[in-house]
DNA sequence: AAATTTGTCTATTTACATTTC
DNA sequence: GGAAATGTAAATAGACAAATT
């Protein structure tokens, strides 16, 4: 059978069959991975229609669409109906952003990390529990799901901003990454997709990478949710779950409009969708909407991390899933951690049992507020979305520059940042635009000597490169 | 199309297509879960061909195929070419051992628990390195695999016990539960075929359920694998990957001969097979051989976990993965967890370096030995595996008595034991044992106290029940 | 040792749904 | 607003391989 006559054929990808034993959708598929990987497909690209491709290999459609599938499950493709199949715009980057040296030679923007003072008032408070009774029984196996009074004190606790829980119904994780993490392997398979923010935390998506899951932009405009069409939307993308940050969403900062937040709970109560409600920034935003877990409490799990307002060190997050998630996350917490450490656990459940809590809360506000007042100085005349709570900022850069191109000339300037095209979701070309933390940085000097060399870069820029 | 002439047809399992809108495979696999837990299908039984259904059900041979698939990967059932597809002999226990309640009625010797003397002097230790300067900064992110130092004190360490690994082949993860989730999400898929003993651990059991990996019974001889034959066996199996417990085996309690781990080794290399090498009795153990490891050092990922020799309270576990794995690995903790506790790593790590770490497995290695010294005491006349470091045993049951029944019995009577049926694997049924944990209860005198409840059980039983 | 039983797996058929033009 | 383009997915076909008898 002679494919002579297909050499002039117009078609963004040719691959070819060689003759080894290997199946040829495991074959093709490979051979697709990698010519994405190397470059030769750039993110953006059209693939050839599935139909074409069929006709110029011979073979069978739905052959093409289980090629296409496998691909589209390592989060390399996405295909839309209709319009055809897509190389990601984030093939090129890597989802997760390692805390790569112990020794940097330059400035972190990238990471989010909070603001660390306070830290050696939490040791004095460790110093202080130690010498309570009893508390080397926490060393010991206990409850996964921790102490019943351990779950008190945050469904308490939790009434202050916003979320009135049971003790029964909170659980414990180690971490937000943690939680997310659990709340995927216990509730979704392989295949199901999730809609989140066309620009989204890229630890979610190194989770549905690992696991399978399909995370699919919402339709967004000016960083909110497009509310109008949104059930539509999801009934014919057949979404099963939602990711939200809905207060200073990573990265673009946005909150979430009050109308925005009834619309999603509507949508996600009648299609039955499952919302993960990551409120890491709830407790520094000046937010006064309620969460999203108020409209629709029996379909969203909502998670609060420690790791921002108390200290990431201790790896405590909590969980709030309603009762007919509880079990099955529960035991994907079970299966994947055993329990959290009993000991770590008593240490916050102490912290949040005194003033200290808010003691740290206060002074890393003041913090953040501080050193976000010296950004707004140096981007006065710059777009820089965030507001003086927000531990990172997310910068528009001027026409000309690339993102990635950004975050490479940043880097050799002695600066991390993070382009856009990290947490891209699908095959929409990021915005011009790059995160900064803050908060990163060891002081207040050291953040001010980042941005002035960030400055510099954007305005020699401006001098130099022409369009 | 009728089926009438089936009416007097032959068949384990009759399941019927109602007309709901649901796709035939999703609907029918749904009525085979359901039909297994409801019990209407019991452990062991036979269902019917394959193509026996098809014809039945007048639908294709592959669309039962499918149907069957989809519980398999649920642990229901298990398929064997040429023999048949059975329900698989665990389907009536619960794999997640869970702590229930913190106020407990019985005395447990079920779940494993490692003596707790020994955490005074863990709190104690603490205490001293509060002390100790700049210990604040392991409440910030650090990196996720541990410090340089972390690691090294490790690599050093794990040389005492026979395996040579660098500094940098260690990775840290929140205990070793969460280590064997890691390697399995990070280096297999679901549908993966993994080979372990026909009783084995049964976390394991409960990660393979949630990826959807498939768990494989090894042929096995009084407790040993049959190593003549397991090249072929493997090939066939088309097994990925091997987990063992080489020494003190969970729950059967046997210490793999050197011949064993000479072949294990051999064949993994050969047929390139992961193997999961979980060391956690390892510091106990009275063993002499090498680890399976240092047998095939690029096919294994040994664990060490802190748990059962130092304290389990602060999650903290070892991995040494080889190159090959160790990115895919570290990718998957990261995803996973994004990082372990600094601050209980280097707790640990500061414990490693002390006498303390030396003191604390004396004396718990003297305890178990204490116990199950009691143990033999009073199973003199049954068969009780294990030996004097072991915190398990394994008693076998008189021939009269159900695992079930006994773990049932023994818990009206104030013991939890753990019956065989929730560690077995695959379809074959169990034997009638039950394991006991003798380092669970709080006390030597509690120990006895729930030996003597089983002793009086069998001896009753020996007595009341006729065969 | 050959025929039979039984499960596995890749590839195909076909109906369908959405988006675009 | 209807036709064309494009992706989705359930069910089928058929060759293959292992285990049993």
Redesign the interface.
Known sequence: MTINSFENYLMSWKPTISDRKAPIYTQLAGQLAQDIRAGILRPGDKLPPQRELADFLDLHLSTITRIYKLCEEQGLICAKVGQGTFVSSDVNTSD?L?????TMDYIQLG?I?PP?NG??K??NF??GV?TQPD??????????SG??VQRKTISDWIERIGVHASPENVLLA?????AI?AIT??LFR?GDRIGTNPLSFS?LK??AK???VQLVPLPEEDGHIQYDNLEQFCRSENLKGFYFVPEQHNPTTHTMKLEERICIGEVAKKLNIIIIEDAINRVFSEAIYPPLFSYAPNNTLCIFSI?KFL?????VAYLIAPDRYRGSVE??L???????????AEIVNRIFNSPLLDTLIHEKKEELIARNRIADLYFSSQILYGTATCSFRWLILPDRWESQKFETKAKEAGVQVFCSDRFAIGKAPPPKAVRLCVSAPKSKAELEKALVKLKRLLTRADRSISP
Chains 1, 2 share one sequence.
């Open positions: 997760t390692l805390y790569s040296h112990e990471t990390l660390y830290n050696e939490v040791v460790i110093k130690l508390i080397q029984s926490f060393l010991e196996y206990r409850s996964p102490t019943y180690t971490g937000g990454q943690n993490c392997l216990g392989p630890g190194s989770i690992m696991i399978g790791s200290c990431p060190g201790l790896r035991n994907s079970y299966t994947m951690n055993l329990m959290v450490s009993p000991w770590n």
